[in-house]
């Protein structure tokens, strides 16, 4: 499934596809990452967002909360300017952004097929995300260099093992939408 010479161009339809960003949030963010760090994470998911809005394609922003605790822990709200007017953000309990959430019914709702997933960790968050995803039927396409790990083996075997039997591996640069 992974088709690095593919051209992407052709395959992105801003209608039926969604960047899925998954637990950009500060208190995550902050971690030791691997094989970049948060920040690095978030500006590649920043660019990215921007071009999904500008193409008028949906963005997700999937943040998790602690179930069973009155108060969040600091830094518990997506990185500050990550949201923008128009996004749909997805609070979850569990460790992927499907369960319990609503998220399905507002990605068919749209006529949304297509996935673009980034976020931290790889191996977490977005992998049990992506995993629900494909269950669910939909087309899974995985930005590399917009995510990261707590260590480089996680992040390695969710981008070389499992992300390619699950959909397309990709870097930001790759994504592009269709013209006209």
Do not use: C, W
């Not at 960003?21 to 921007?50: C, F, N, Q, T």
């Not at 790889?122 to 992506?130: D, F, I, K, M, P």
């Not at 939909?138 to 390695?156: K, N, Q, R, S, W």
């Amino acid at each position: 499934m992974n088709a690095p010479d593919m051209d992407l161009r052709l395959a992105l339809d801003p209608a039926r596809t969604a960047l899925v960003l998954v637990d950009l949030m500060d208190r995550i963010v902050g971690l030791p990452l691997e094989p970049r760090k948060g920040p690095e994470v978030v500006a590649v998911a920043e660019e990215l967002a921007a071009a999904f809005r500008e193409a008028g394609a949906l963005v997700v922003l999937v943040r998790v909360e602690r179930p069973g605790v009155p108060e969040q822990p600091p830094g518990s709200g997506l990185v500050a300017g990550l949201a923008a007017d128009g996004d749909v953000e997805i609070v979850k309990r569990t460790i992927g952004g499907f369960q319990g959430t609503g998220l399905d019914d507002r990605l068919r709702e749209r006529g949304i097929t297509t996935l673009v997933f980034g976020g931290i960790a790889t191996n977490l968050g977005v992998e049990s995300t992506a995993r629900a995803a494909v269950d669910l039927g939909y087309d899974l396409i995985f930005v590399e260099d917009a995510m990261a790990a707590l260590t480089g083996p996680e992040h390695e075997a969710s981008v070389k093992l499992d992300f390619p039997r699950l959909g397309t591996v990709v870097n930001a640069s790759d994504v592009r939408f269709a013209q006209g």
